[in-house]
T-cell receptor, first 115, second 112 residues
Framework: EAQVTQNPRYLITVTGKKLTVTCSQN?????MSWYRQDPGLGLRQIYY???????DKGDVPEGYKVSRKEKRNFPLILESPSPNQTSLYFC??????????????FGQGTRLTVV | EDQVTQSPEALRLQEGESSSLNCSYT??????LFWYRQDPGKGPEFLFT???AGEEKEKERLKATLTKKESFLHITAPKPEDSATYLC?????????????FGTGTKLQVIP
């Protein structure tokens, strides 16, 4: 079954404690992206990757890091989380390298709370 | 700055009552406009991609259209299972970046 898998689904952490949210896709997609979704603000792109070892900033990259060492995985790293990073996070992938939002598959989401 | 505005924020329809959702955008270097459906507690589900003004796409009771400044999602004779939040997104190429900008969505409720 084609899917994008995020882990964990729910996470409560404390300010400053480094964390990683994993994302894996089984469709051999080239394009992967991370979004955060907040009430009233909609989905906002954090980072995207058009290929292995190629990553670029989206609209809200501050406080986040990503890496793309393998095609299937695109982890999101928060080196020093703060309460304003409390949000619902989605990972997405698409076979369209140049149109990454076209026919994108989204993961189930990770609800992160930073206290 | 790229902007995507969806209206209305919420829409309540009787089953069978057709209507349209609007997505207006301000973006330079538009590569494509996309519609997604999001059910509570789930990730968005892809519906349509539109690349150029005048283009139309259809799927069951849904039809998406695109002009140079806005897109419409027409819902014909909706059913309760069409209840969801509908999201519009644009992808633009600017300054070497390919960014995706989403609107805040229209929450649709279809009453039996």
């Amino acid at each position: 079954e084609a899917q994008v898998t995020q882990n964990p689904r729910y996470l409560i952490t404390v300010t400053g404690k480094k964390l990683t949210v994993t994302c894996s896709q089984n469709m051999n997609h080239e394009y992967m992206s991370w979004y955060r979704q907040d009430p009233g603000l909609g989905l906002r792109q954090i980072y995207y990757s058009m290929n292995v070892e190629v990553t670029d900033k989206g609209d809200v990259p501050e406080g986040y890091k990503v890496s793309r060492k393998e095609k299937r995985n695109f982890p999101l790293i928060l080196e020093s989380p703060s309460p304003n990073q409390t949000s619902l996070y989605f990972c997405a992938s698409s076979y369209r390298r140049d149109y990454g939002a076209a026919e994108a598959f989204f993961g189930q989401g990770t609800r992160l709370t930073v206290v | 700055e790229d902007q995507v505005t969806q209206s209305p924020e919420a829409l309540r329809l009787q089953e069978g009552e057709s209507s349209s959702l609007n997505c207006s955008y301000t973006v330079s270097g538009l590569r494509g406009l996309f519609w997604y459906r999001q059910d509570p507690g789930k990730g968005p589900e892809f519906l349509f991609t539109l690349y150029s003004a005048g283009e139309e796409k259809e799927k069951e009771r849904l039809k998406a259209t695109l002009t140079k400044k806005e897109s419409f999602l027409h819902i014909t004779a909706p059913k309760p299972e069409d209840s969801a939040t509908y999201l519009c997104a644009v992808q633009a190429y600017s300054g070497g970046y390919q960014k995706v900008t989403f609107g805040t969505g229209t929450k649709l409720q279809v009453i039996p």
